[in-house]
């Protein structure tokens, strides 16, 4: 109310907000509050929208009020996993105020700034729900809940700050919703607590979709047939079989039919119940169905048997939102941008990796034992005491196969990443981006800045060659994702934690000439192909096919054989589809490695 009353003094409005003074969103007039009752009492452009978004605010004071009272329980008198996480409580409930802010500003000023922020706060609003949901039903490993905060502060700021397709509200809203009602709903996943949760389910599905259909009412005000349809279709579901399922007398229902009733009369009154339903299918979500609730659901086996796929889902989004991000963030180039993404990237899966095939091995007293699907993969062996696989590429095939929960970790977040390169790459082809870089900073040195690849000479010689490193670029991204994904489905993630970790620690320096060349700094650029070449030399090219290549081809047979397959037959195409995805790795690294060599004596000569 406050927030609305200092907003409403006119002179404060045309001070924050001047006329021509902003950029209007596109679709002026989508709303039929503005479109056909213009407002002479207030100097919002929708001041009825505009003030009915401050429920958002209302339900999130609230959120927060409770979540920092959980704060105060005693460790081990929480009465369930929310009030455990309560970190998340408080987070919901920031969002959900922030939200009513920005959709509250938007309806009053369309401006687009406001615009994006409250499609971005709409879009995810449940993130903090939905990472609870996967916390609560899937224990992830190795994810303690100030870790999934910060994944979900990751997550939200990407869908306001980050770069998002127009539109993308109407599908991530109800994606998230449908996510949080499966994981808590359905036995596979532990199913409610108790049955009277199920009837909370039906009043917030209800709330959602009266808010829902009566915005589309809204939208489709101008098409008659349209928007009459939706409210028959609407009455019917309240008829059956949300009257049969909850009763007459509750008070959801009522309440949605009563706005049915005024929508009837006047349509430019349904975003107004957007705001109502949507809210309340929030608080619920939050309050009745996950807070009240008396103790905590089992972690079934369906959970258990899901736990991977999830998690490579969860951290296939994860990648997604820090590559949003970049994409707003303000760079000369996207060369810049991408390297700057790439190079954050590959340190830190390098130093993970070398964490977790190097240092764990070696220190196992630090490794407690570790239960994930139901199976204990405990670190008391002889072969999980070894020390590194690396070192012993015999040991990738005997011994657990998650040697610990930070290895699992690990494996599970690679092989996520891999597939949302798959997957950006061919959004990319798909929507024409053809994501072109703009051209580096001039160099000093401009003959060699020409041979390293950084001037604008040659310029149809270059461009053929950039487009056959185009094509060879995917396919090692096509071939190291395949091998992510087997090696992750076959269990073989010993040996394939070692290609992850050489591929990351020799990328770092690669991506320093990258970055250096966009930039233009040849001093940089030659000093980081000299430690390019050398990484590359000992891991790429020496160590590959020595260790790795020679692991699959002969020490893997035993392994194999018990873990996965009895039949010889089986065996030997397994085997083989592995040896050949490794071999065109090794092929492509001994082009490239070539080309790289060429480079730089030609740089070096002029220099």
């Known amino acids: 109310f406050l927030i609305g009353m200092y907003f409403s003094n006119a002179t404060v409005w045309q001070r924050l907000f001047p006329k021509g003074g902003y950029l209007l969103y596109k679709k002026v007039g989508e709303y039929g509050e503005y479109d056909h009752y213009p407002s002479k009492w207030s100097p919002f452009n929708e001041p009825l929208n505009a003030w009915t978004s401050l429920i958002y605010t209302v339900c999130g004071v609230m959120v927060f009020c409770c979540g920092v009272n959980d704060s105060y329980v005693p460790a081990g008198q929480e009465a369930n996993n929310l009030v455990r996480a309560?970190?998340?409580?408080?987070?919901?409930?920031?969002?959900?105020?922030?939200?009513?802010?920005?959709?509250?500003?938007?309806?009053?000023?369309?401006?687009?700034?406001?615009?994006?922020?409250?499609?971005?706060?709409?879009?995810?609003?449940?993130?903090?729900?939905?990472?609870?949901?996967?916390?609560?039903?899937?224990?992830?490993?190795?994810?303690?809940?100030?870790?999934?905060?910060?994944?979900?502060?990751?997550?939200?700021?990407?869908?306001?700050?980050?770069?998002?397709?127009?539109?993308?509200?109407?599908?991530?809203?109800?994606?998230?919703?449908?996510?949080?009602?499966?994981?808590?709903?359905?036995?596979?996943?532990?199913?409610?607590?108790?049955?009277?949760?199920?009837?909370?389910?039906?009043?917030?599905?209800?709330?959602?979709?009266?808010?829902?259909?009566?915005?589309?009412?809204?939208?489709?005000?101008?098409?008659?047939?349209?928007?009459?349809?939706?409210?028959?279709?609407?009455?019917?579901?309240?008829?059956?079989?949300?009257?049969?399922?909850?009763?007459?007398?509750?008070?959801?229902?009522?309440?949605?039919?009563?706005?049915?009733?005024?929508?009837?009369?006047?349509?430019?009154?349904?975003?107004?119940?957007?705001?109502?339903?949507?809210?309340?299918?929030?608080?619920?979500?939050?309050?009745?169905?996950?807070?009240?609730?008396?103790?905590?659901?089992?972690?079934?086996?369906?959970?258990?048997?899901?736990?991977?796929?999830?998690?490579?889902?969860?951290?296939?989004?994860?990648?997604?939102?820090?590559?949003?991000?970049?994409?707003?963030?303000?760079?000369?180039?996207?060369?810049?941008?991408?390297?700057?993404?790439?190079?954050?990237?590959?340190?830190?899966?390098?130093?993970?990796?070398?964490?977790?095939?190097?240092?764990?091995?070696?220190?196992?007293?630090?490794?407690?034992?570790?239960?994930?699907?139901?199976?204990?993969?405990?670190?008391?062996?002889?072969?999980?005491?070894?020390?590194?696989?690396?070192?012993?590429?015999?040991?990738?095939?005997?011994?657990?196969?998650?040697?610990?929960?930070?290895?699992?970790?690990?494996?599970?977040?690679?092989?996520?990443?891999?597939?949302?390169?798959?997957?950006?790459m061919a959004w990319k082809q798909y929507s024409g981006d053809s994501d072109e870089l703009a051209a580096p900073l001039p160099s000093r040195d401009p003959e060699a800045a020409r041979l390293m690849g950084g001037d604008k000479e040659d310029t149809k010689g270059r461009k053929k060659e950039s487009a056959e490193g185009d094509h060879f670029m995917v396919a090692h991204h096509i071939v190291t994702a395949v091998l992510c994904v087997g090696s992750w489905a076959m269990n073989f993630t010993r040996i394939g934690s070692i290609v992850m970790f050489l591929h990351d620690v020799s990328d770092v320096p690669l991506d320093v000439v990258r970055l250096c060349g966009s930039f233009g700094y040849m001093q940089g650029q030659m000093v980081g192909m000299f430690f390019t070449l050398v990484t590359w030399a000992y891991w790429r090219l020496y160590y590959l096919n020595a260790y790795v290549l020679y692991s699959v081809a002969f020490e893997s047979k035993t392994p194999i054989q018990l873990e996965c397959c009895t039949a010889e037959t089986s065996l030997m195409i397994m085997r083989g589809g592995f040896i050949l995805l490794l071999g065109t790795l090794s092929v492509l690294h001994m082009y490239w490695y070539w080309l790289m060599l060429g480079k730089t004596y030609k740089a070096m000569s002029v220099r």
């Not at 808590?184 to 917030?204: A, I, K, N, Q, S």
């Not at 929030?282 to 103790?295: E, H, K, N």
């Not at 993969?377 to 990738?396: E, I, M, Q, R």
Request: aromatic share 16%; with cysteine; net charge neutral.
């Open 86 to 424: 309560y970190m998340l409580s408080i987070f919901y409930g920031l969002s959900c105020m922030y939200l009513g802010v920005a959709s509250f500003l938007f309806h009053a000023s369309h401006a687009e700034q406001w615009r994006k922020a409250d499609a971005g706060m709409t879009s995810g609003v449940v993130i903090s729900v939905v990472v609870f949901g996967i916390y609560d039903r899937f224990c992830p490993p190795a994810l303690v809940l100030p870790y999934l905060l910060c994944i979900a502060i990751v997550l939200q700021v990407s869908l306001t700050h980050g770069y998002l397709p127009y539109g993308s509200s109407d599908v991530l809203l109800p994606s998230l919703v449908a996510f949080i009602w499966a994981t808590e709903l359905l036995p596979r996943y532990g199913g409610v607590v108790d049955r009277g949760e199920y009837g909370l389910w039906l009043e917030c599905c209800y709330s959602v979709l009266v808010g829902f259909l009566l915005r589309i009412v809204d939208i489709k005000r101008n098409n008659v047939s349209v928007y009459k349809n939706i409210l028959r279709i609407l009455m019917v579901l309240s008829i059956f079989p949300f009257s049969w399922a909850l009763g007459v007398t509750d008070p959801v229902l009522i309440f949605g039919l009563f706005a049915w009733l005024l929508v009837c009369h006047s349509p430019y009154l349904g975003h107004i119940f957007w705001h109502f339903g949507s809210a309340a299918g929030a608080l619920f979500i939050w309050w009745y169905l996950l807070r009240v609730r008396p103790g905590d659901a089992a972690q079934s086996e369906g959970a258990k048997n899901d736990l991977s796929v999830i998690s490579i889902i969860f951290f296939v989004v994860i990648k997604n939102a820090f590559r949003r991000l970049s994409m707003v963030l303000p760079f000369n180039a996207k060369a810049q941008r991408d390297q700057c993404l790439y190079i954050v990237e590959h340190t830190f899966f390098a130093c993970l990796g070398y964490y977790c095939v190097f240092y764990l091995p070696d220190n196992m007293s630090l490794v407690p034992d570790y239960k994930v699907g139901g199976n204990l993969f405990a670190n008391d062996s002889g072969d999980d005491k070894a020390g590194s696989w690396a070192y012993n590429t015999v040991l990738c095939w005997t011994g657990s196969v998650y040697q610990s929960e930070v290895f699992h970790l690990y494996y599970l977040a690679k092989v996520g990443t891999h597939v949302e390169d798959m997957i950006y």
